[in-house]
Antibody, heavy 114, light 112 residues
């Protein structure tokens, strides 16, 4: 059974940085598209970043481009999201997902507030 | 970006009765492999989304056959043949053909 477990969320001040992790089990992440998505409180879903393949094809939402960096570690079977220059608009539950949303983690809450 | 527009945004339903959600896109989104990557997700309060349908009409493993997807071009539909209590929550359509992948606003299904 594929499981994705996010960690690294928390309360951070505006302008700060945070690194989210997603540990996968039950299957290797190699060869699958991996994503980060987010959901602001009471709002809909938004795809944030995408990474795929051995040559790491990467895409970002315009709202995070230049501030967020997606990466993966095949040996650790983990996905990461480095988030810099955070603002209140980045407050959301961040989900790790695999294979175009077939598998989702439970999410980790990021709150950007002073 | 491909804009996905769902209707209705709120759907009160009667147990055992059918329900239908519409999803319209601002443009067609056929991928280079010929597939239309239109998915439907269900999210219960406090839970992660669950994918129900992929590539317009394919049900994911374990999804009850009362759920069906249809459509083409820019017009898609999710149907529930007989609504059960566990079907409450928010339903999202999503296009995954062109980045940025985009979701509809969500349709909240509740029991009358």
């Amino acid at each position: 059974e594929v499981q994705l477990v996010e960690s690294g969320g928390g309360l951070i001040q505006p302008g700060g940085s945070l690194r989210l992790s997603c540990a996968a089990s039950g299957s290797t992440i190699s060869g699958f598209s991996m994503n980060w998505a987010r959901q602001a409180p009471g709002k809909g879903l938004e795809w944030v970043a995408y990474i795929m393949g051995s040559d790491d094809v990467i895409y970002y939402a315009e709202s995070v481009k230049g501030r967020f960096t997606i990466s993966k570690d095949i040996a650790k079977n983990s996905l990461y999201l480095q988030m810099n220059s955070l603002s209140a608009e980045d407050t959301a539950v961040y989900y790790c997902a695999r294979s175009s949303g077939l598998y989702w983690g439970r999410g980790t809450l990021v709150t950007v507030s002073s | 970006d491909v804009v996905m527009t769902q209707s209705p945004l709120s759907l009160p339903v009667t147990l055992g009765q059918p329900a239908s959600i519409s999803c319209r896109s601002s443009q067609s989104f056929v991928f280079s492999d010929g597939n239309t990557y239109l998915s439907w997700f269900h999210q219960r309060p406090g839970q992660s989304p669950r994918r129900l349908i992929y590539k317009v009409f394919n049900r994911d493993s374990g999804v009850p056959d009362r759920f069906s997807g249809s459509g083409s071009g820019t017009d898609f539909t999710l149907r529930i043949s007989r609504v059960e209590a566990e079907d409450v929550g928010v339903y999202y359509c999503m296009q995954g053909s062109h980045w940025p992948w985009t979701f509809g606003q969500g349709t909240k299904v509740e029991i009358k």
